[in-house]
Nanobody, 122 residues
Framework: QVQLVESGGGWVQAGGSLRLSCAAS????????MGWYRQAPGKERELVAV???????YYAGSVKGRFTISRDNAKNTVYLEMNSLKPEDTAVYYC????????????????WGQGTQVTVSS
């Protein structure tokens, strides 16, 4: 069982930056792949970035080059550094974990955080 708690969301002007954090419980954090997802009003939840336990990363095309996913296994924490933010990045951002990379990529991981709101104004 993994419990996830996100933080770091907020309001920012277009072009600005935010860093999201996700703290995970459990002693086997390093064995889990981690992902960030987002859901905008009226839209389906979508994958933003994934980082496997082995360090493989995947980014959605809409954020590639602007967002960076990283993890600190000593702190049981995964981060999402978001730069050059755009109004279309406005959404609730969710952290998720799974031992299966394929489930992370298919937006079907087993463990989810409660989400944190990111609002980007133009």
């Amino acid at each position: 069982q993994v419990q996830l708690v996100e933080s770091g969301g907020g309001w920012v002007q277009a072009g600005g930056s935010l860093r999201l954090s996700c703290a995970a419980s459990g002693r086997t954090f390093s064995s889990y792949g981690m992902g960030w997802y987002r859901q905008a009003p009226g839209k389906e939840r979508e994958l933003v970035a994934v980082r496997s336990s082995g360090g493989i990363t995947y980014y959605a095309g809409s954020v590639k080059g602007r967002f960076t996913i990283s993890r600190d296994n000593a702190k049981n924490t995964v981060y999402l550094e978001m730069n050059s933010l755009k109004p279309e990045d406005t959404a609730v951002y969710y952290c998720a974990a799974d031992e299966s990379y394929s489930r992370l990529i298919s937006t079907a991981p087993n463990y989810w955080g409660q989400g944190t709101q990111v609002t980007v104004s133009s």
